[in-house]
């Protein structure tokens, strides 16, 4: 394309448009099954249950150490799938580009995000681009559904949640939230500290050989926190935490310490948080840290019969983990 | 809720998220199938081919006469997936908010989302909502993902258009785009024209009925100019339009005097452009006009073995119907 910057000629459905989904979208995404002339695509489904999620990204920066908002919209919506114990499929995009970005890097980003469905074994077989003025969008946002294929049958929802299960997390908690934030200027801080965004699906089918694993979730917007409430909410159970066995990088306790943040609340990208059946913990825990991306998994706690989310410190007292009220970090995923 | 407008805390994944997803998402967008507690949400698929589209909403005004945002998110997807051959049966939803948006006003939207749905018999398995900061979104953009089911082995798409069939349209062309443009307040006129935003199906089903349809599509963005365009590019056919047989309504056809476009590049939001085998034009015609939304279909004009779109002149002239370029409308849809 001869231009340098995206504008609003490129969301008008007429030339440029189809210049701008042509070199850019379908050069980077084409799988043999997407066609860019549909309106709608057919896709072919083995057997199994049909499971369908969707996530919109609006990461600012839209460039981070570690990803880009295009190989995080990949990731955040198989790893939905993943952790719901479906096997990713198909995707769908959307993107709302910023009139003034620039096509090279919305190249790289596309770009990104193609290798990231590819190697994730995802086809992307539908999409639409939206162009918006500038000063109304954040550069890019995108919005990724998937469909991925469940096992009938299969014992995995926090319906199945008891007291005494064993909590654990597959890795560090709170890396890319940690990382996003240190890659905005406002900051002013710098470190080699890099978002863990990936997909979790060989953690989730290394847990799945588990018959006493009952729930699995990647903790992203809000946390390990967030998703620890919404067990508490939904199952009547409460939750006991050991600060000292839960995973964070050194780094990224330094930044919170800083900054006044709490790991627990920061965004992962590419970990699950697993309840499974306290007799199998030790075994789960065995396999994945043999797992790509597992090595640093630990048990972090247990489920009570009732109660709240409660940290047991690392200085033998206790505190209550609180629901996450302010944003501390908008668009960090 | 207590708060009268979108703060950044209603994205941070914590307690407000969850209320704003209660209490407005849910609440409207509820349907037996949805659970917001889940991750990824599975579907039941019937017998037939599983066809997906997805599209984006950026529409400015979000609320305008004939619509909103919602209702047009619903039936934009609807329709792309109807034009298909597909029967629409799920949907999964994205909302990008805008901090500062009034609450009220999302209410509305979303609940005329809701409506439209349930009008369309589509289901909402899943959603997202994320918030941006001001300044940084167009007070909403949302993004529908559609699943439906066609009848294996049907013949329809572009592949099938041969020269000597007949164009039709459904009906008057232009409305969404004339009548958004209306509502916004930068062109300082006023009218009662009113967006033709609607669901397609029924008309799509009726011109299903024929064995000499060859290919459907709605003409949103670009307009019919440009899905004229698609089928020259792709099929190397060519294209006649008589100018005279184009429904257009005159408000419209006076708002485009006034500034200067033309009707044939204005988005229409429940319209079906179809090419049929000449043979049966007339009584594809005499069901469109006989289904609901079709009222004012025509035959437009014709397929040619080769050559450019033209138009032939209600003066007697021909003229060259360009590819888009400039946008005329950003944010149209």
């Not at 539908?126 to 003025?133: P, Y």
């Not at 009570?304 to 970090?329: A, N, S």
Request: net charge negative.
């Amino acid at each position: 394309m001869n231009n340098i910057c995206i504008s609003l000629a490129h969301g008008n459905g007429g030339r440029l448009m189809r210049q701008l989904i042509e070199e850019i979208f379908y050069r980077h995404l084409n799988n043999g099954s997407l066609n860019i002339d549909l309106d709608a695509a057919p896709v072919k489904l083995g057997d199994g249950e049909v499971w369908v999620t969707t996530d919109g990204f609006t990461v600012d920066p839209l460039e981070f150490p570690g990803g880009n908002i295009g190989s995080l919209a990949i990731h955040g919506t198989i790893n939905d799938l993943s952790v719901s114990g479906a096997v990713p499929v198909y995707l769908t995009l959307n993107a709302y580009i910023e009139e003034g970005l620039e096509l090279a890097r919305l190249d790289r980003i596309v770009a990104s995000l193609g290798d990231a469905a590819r190697r994730c074994g995802v086809s992307i077989v539908a999409g639409d681009t939206k162009v918006v003025g500038k000063g109304q969008g954040g550069g890019l946002y995108l919005a990724t559904t998937g469909i991925g294929l469940r096992m009938p049958g299969l014992r995995l929802g926090m319906e199945y949640i008891e007291a005494g299960d064993a909590v654990l997390v597959s890795g560090p908690v709170g890396d890319h939230g940690a990382a996003v934030m240190l890659a905005r200027e406002q900051f002013g801080m710098r470190g080699d500290l890099a978002s863990d965004s990936a997909p979790v699906f060989a953690l989730a089918q290394a847990l799945m050989t588990f018959t006493g694993l009952r729930f699995m979730r990647d903790p992203t917007r809000g946390g390990v926190a967030t998703v620890l409430h919404e067990i508490v909410r939904i199952t009547g159970c409460g939750i006991r935490l050991r600060a000292a066995a839960m995973p964070v990088r050194e780094q990224v306790q330094s930044v919170c310490d800083i900054l006044g943040y709490d790991p627990l609340y920061l965004a992962c990208e590419g970990r699950v948080l697993a309840v499974v059946d306290a007799n199998q913990a030790t075994d789960a825990l065995d396999l994945l840290r043999q797992t790509e991306g597992g090595a640093g998994a630990a048990v972090v706690g247990s489920i009570e019969p009732r109660g709240p989310v409660v940290v047991e410190t690392e200085f033998g007292g206790e505190r209550i983990l609180q629901e996450l009220e302010d944003d501390p970090l908008p668009r960090i995923c």
